[in-house]
């Protein structure tokens, strides 16, 4: 969501040594003194699942004793001990109450102090987008890569190893001199090779000339509903925004296999289980094989957290893909519903008064197309989320959400706008009315709140991201990281970020919406949980929930926001009651 324009070189090689800690994939494994354990098909309709009914006379096989329990349930409470019974919560209360209900050969891990919350849940992660950046793409990062001549100089390397002809699909996070490159930028060193640079955000990137050609995009191409082949002067820069006209070019690239795919989600589990994720949402899953792709690999055992699926429709014929989807929903995996993007990024967000980007006037889908699709889902009974980045894109949603409803009134639909950067005013009360679900990513503040100031202008400032205005008006929302889009996949600085809400040059933006912890807190676990119908199964430590939560080394209530922010790991997570990361 980033705006075209320059830092400073101090500026910039300052913000990549703070991005950079958040893309090292390293994963270690915390030690600690603490015992350890071991680490079908249905209609299309709501399974909602509720908390389970534990037999009177239950006693735990698990106590987590002597610390601080973040219960987040209703009253915010707070113990000392939680005691679990096979998957799910028995209690939570004094380490006494609690030891008191173990069996005799229960395991009893000493907290020593630390602090026990329910496991993070991330609303908005594209999981095994994440996997494939170490894979399919090629990273051209900091600090290898801060400018041009230095995306140059990798890309002459990566290059030197390949036959004439062999792809480089490659991804960018910041550009000190230049925000986006043009084929200019790429032939001189790639004049064998089809190159595509993708900025890291995912709705642009740059391809070079020989890409375009084996892809058939000449001058004389037109830019695709809801997407731009720029041209400057009739001719082509190399430069694509939005996925409609990426797709274009990206037709000619090898494909992502199935093998590829289901490694990569496996390759990201450990990292997200590592910083106390228990539970993600993937909102933009393209194909129908990648959703079996996580069904299967959880019907195997091989990935163990939590997932809910929505299948992403880019295109009105992409209707036609829905009922090739199994409808799995268990206590794993879950396909929840569809995804549509209404705008793009920045530069392309759908706003009703102008922007300094490149296109403001232009949603993906043609407006009433979009409305009778939307319709359409909503009549299946499940979940719909949407990208909106500008206000317009926001409004134009809404009453799509509410001409569905009102044409067939359903209890409690929970449809979701994702980002909601730019709001209108009166949009607040129109989510509360309809009981949409916000589902917003505070770190873009910190990456992007310094370009959308010249973006957007000073003046609408104050609509980024209301979250506390939403929490008072009684919207529910929930946070998370949309990574790798951003490269903070772990969720302590999504907590910071909803904290802070300064940009990456310090500038506080609507300083009045930041959360307090707790606030936060709830945004990520509870809230989380409400977004896809879970709240009485996930989201909080109580008494017949999933036994799904996090040890922390130190209390991170406790953390200057700081501190918060650069805690990328966590002691032990817990799923269901198994111990999936820690020693």
Same mark, same amino acid.
């Given at each position: 969501?980033?705006?075209?324009?320059?830092?400073?070189?101090?500026?910039?090689?300052?913000?990549?040594?703070?991005?950079?800690?958040?893309?090292?994939?390293?994963?270690?494994?915390?030690?600690?003194?603490?015992?350890?354990?071991?680490?079908?098909?249905?209609?299309?309709?709501?399974?909602?699942?509720?908390?389970?009914?534990?037999?009177?006379?239950t006693l735990a096989n698990l106590v987590l004793a002597n610390g601080t329990i973040l219960t987040v349930d209703a009253l915010n409470s707070v113990a000392q001990a939680v005691a679990i019974a096979g998957d799910k919560i028995l209690g939570t209360g004094t380490s006494e109450e609690m030891l008191a209900l173990a069996a005799p050969d229960a395991q009893v891990v000493d907290l020593a102090g630390r602090t026990v919350t329910p496991?993070?849940?991330?609303?908005?992660?594209?999981?095994?987008?994440?996997?494939?950046?170490?894979?399919?793409?090629?990273?051209?990062?900091?600090?290898?890569?801060?400018?041009?001549?230095?995306?140059?100089?990798?890309?002459?390397?990566?290059?030197?190893?390949?036959?004439?002809?062999?792809?480089?699909?490659?991804?960018?996070?910041?550009?000190?001199?230049k925000p986006i490159p043009t084929k200019e930028d790429l032939d001189p060193v790639s004049p064998d090779n089809p190159v595509f640079m993708m900025h890291i955000g995912g709705h642009w990137g740059t391809a070079n000339s020989v890409a375009m050609k084996l892809a058939g995009v000449k001058a004389n191409t037109r830019s695709p509903e809801g997407g731009i082949i720029e041209k400057r002067d009739g001719e082509l820069t190399g430069?694509?925004?939005?996925?409609?006209?990426?797709?274009?070019?990206?037709?000619?690239?090898?494909?992502?296999?199935?093998?590829?795919?289901?490694?990569?989600?496996?390759?990201?589990?450990?990292?997200?289980?590592?910083?106390?994720?228990?539970?993600?949402?993937?909102?933009?899953?393209?194909?129908?094989?990648?959703?079996?792709?996580?069904?299967?690999?959880?019907?195997?055992?091989?990935?163990?957290?939590?997932?809910?699926?929505?299948?992403?429709?880019?295109?009105?014929?992409?209707?036609?893909?829905?009922?090739?989807?199994?409808?799995?929903?268990?206590?794993?995996?879950?396909?929840?519903?569809?995804?549509?993007?209404?705008?793009?990024?920045?530069?392309?967000? #759908?706003?009703?008064?102008?922007?300094?980007? =490149?296109?403001?006037?232009?949603?993906? %889908?043609?407006? $009433?197309?979009? &409305? @009778?699709?939307?319709?359409?889902?909503?009549?299946?009974?499940?979940?719909?989320?949407?990208?909106?980045?500008?206000?317009?894109?926001?409004?134009?949603?809404?009453?799509?959400?509410?001409?569905?409803?009102?044409?067939?009134?359903? #209890?409690?639909?929970?449809?979701?706008?994702? =980002?909601?950067?730019?709001?209108?005013? %009166?949009?607040? $009360?129109?989510? &509360? @009315?309809?009981?949409?679900?916000?589902?917003?990513?505070?770190?873009?503040?910190?990456?992007?709140?310094?370009?959308?100031?010249?973006?957007?202008?000073?003046?609408?400032?104050?609509?980024?991201?209301?979250?506390?205005?939403?929490?008072?008006?009684?919207?529910?929302?929930?946070?998370?990281?949309?990574?790798?889009?951003?490269?903070?996949?772990?969720?302590?600085?999504?907590?910071?970020?909803?904290?802070?809400?300064?940009?990456?040059?310090?500038?506080?933006?609507?300083?009045?919406?930041?959360?307090?912890?707790?606030?936060?807190?709830?945004?990520?676990?509870?809230?989380?949980?409400?977004?896809?119908?879970?709240?009485?199964?996930?989201?909080?430590?109580?008494?017949?929930?999933?036994?799904?939560?996090?040890?922390?080394?130190?209390?991170?209530?406790?953390?200057?926001?700081?501190?918060?922010?650069?805690?990328?790991?966590?002691?032990?997570?817990?799923?269901?009651?198994?111990?999936?990361?820690?020693?």
């Amino acid at each position: 969501m980033t705006n075209q324009h320059h830092l400073s070189r101090k500026d910039f090689l300052k913000l990549v040594g703070t991005c950079l800690g958040g893309t090292v994939l390293a994963c270690r494994k915390s030690k600690t003194s603490a015992t350890s354990t071991e680490a079908s098909a249905a209609p299309m309709s709501i399974v909602t699942q509720s908390a389970g009914a534990i037999p009177e006379g239950t006693l735990a096989n698990l106590v987590l004793a002597n610390g601080t329990i973040l219960t987040v349930d209703a009253l915010n409470s707070v113990a000392q001990a939680v005691a679990i019974a096979g998957d799910k919560i028995l209690g939570t209360g004094t380490s006494e109450e609690m030891l008191a209900l173990a069996a005799p050969d229960a395991q009893v891990v000493d907290l020593a102090g630390r602090t026990v919350t329910p496991g993070l849940i991330d609303p908005h992660l594209h999981f095994r987008g994440y996997g494939l950046m170490t894979s399919y793409y090629t990273g051209f990062n900091p600090p290898d890569v801060i400018d041009i001549p230095s995306m140059q100089l990798k890309l002459m390397d990566v290059i030197k190893g390949l036959p004439p002809g062999e792809w480089v699909n490659g991804y960018y996070f910041a550009l000190g001199d230049k925000p986006i490159p043009t084929k200019e930028d790429l032939d001189p060193v790639s004049p064998d090779n089809p190159v595509f640079m993708m900025h890291i955000g995912g709705h642009w990137g740059t391809a070079n000339s020989v890409a375009m050609k084996l892809a058939g995009v000449k001058a004389n191409t037109r830019s695709p509903e809801g997407g731009i082949i720029e041209k400057r002067d009739g001719e082509l820069t190399g430069v694509f925004y939005n996925h409609r006209a990426m797709d274009v070019l990206r037709k000619a690239a090898p494909p992502i296999t199935d093998a590829l795919v289901r490694q990569s989600i496996i390759d990201t589990q450990t990292l997200m289980a590592s910083c106390g994720v228990t539970c993600f949402h993937d909102n933009n899953i393209r194909d129908v094989e990648s959703i079996r792709a996580y069904q299967e690999l959880t019907q195997s055992g091989d990935l163990f957290l939590r997932n809910n699926l929505y299948l992403t429709l880019e295109y009105p014929s992409d209707i036609n893909k829905i009922d090739q989807v199994d409808v799995i929903r268990n206590d794993v995996t879950r396909f929840e519903g569809y995804k549509f993007l209404i705008d793009g990024q920045g530069p392309t967000a #759908f706003t009703h008064e102008p922007h300094t980007g =490149h296109e403001w006037q232009m949603p993906t %889908w043609e407006e $009433q197309s979009f &409305k @009778d699709t939307v319709r359409s889902l909503h009549d299946t009974g499940l979940q719909i989320c949407v990208h909106c980045i500008g206000d317009a894109a926001t409004d134009l949603v809404l009453d799509a959400y509410e001409g569905a409803m009102n044409a067939n009134p359903r #209890f409690d639909p929970r449809h979701r706008i994702e =980002h909601a950067v730019m709001t209108s005013e %009166w949009s607040t $009360q129109k989510m &509360k @009315d309809l009981g949409v679900v916000v589902s917003t990513q505070p770190a873009f503040i910190y990456l992007f709140g310094d370009g959308w100031q010249g973006l957007f202008g000073e003046h609408r400032m104050h609509r980024i991201m209301v979250t506390k205005e939403w929490m008072e008006a009684g919207v529910h929302m929930t946070i998370g990281s949309d990574a790798p889009s951003t490269p903070f996949y772990f969720p302590q600085a999504t907590l910071a970020g909803a904290m802070t809400r300064h940009t990456f040059k310090q500038t506080p933006v609507g300083p009045d919406q930041a959360l307090t912890f707790t606030e936060a807190l709830r945004a990520h676990t509870i809230e989380g949980a409400y977004s896809s119908h879970q709240e009485h199964v996930l989201g909080s430590l109580e008494t017949g929930k999933f036994a799904d939560l996090v040890v922390w080394p130190r209390d991170p209530s406790q953390l200057t926001v700081q501190e918060l922010g650069l805690t990328k790991t966590v002691d032990l997570t817990y799923i269901g009651g198994k111990l999936v990361y820690g020693a």
